[in-house]
């Protein structure tokens, strides 16, 4: 169950770069796309923190 909770994390983060992406470079919403970035990059970081091993 955990795994598939990650694997929807990584994809909804990876949408969501590319929607930040999308959003400065093509439609010049600065603000949207640096808080869409922001959103993929604190759920990278949550990934991260999950799978980190522990002792």
Known sequence: MLSTVLSLLMLAAIALGA?????????????RGWLMIAAAVVML?????????ME
Do not use: E, S
Not at 45 to 53: K, L, Q, S, Y
């Open 45 to 53: 970081t949550n990934v991260a923190i999950m799978t980190a091993p």
């Open 19 to 31: 929607g930040g992406l999308y959003f400065i470079l093509r439609r010049k919403d600065y603000k």
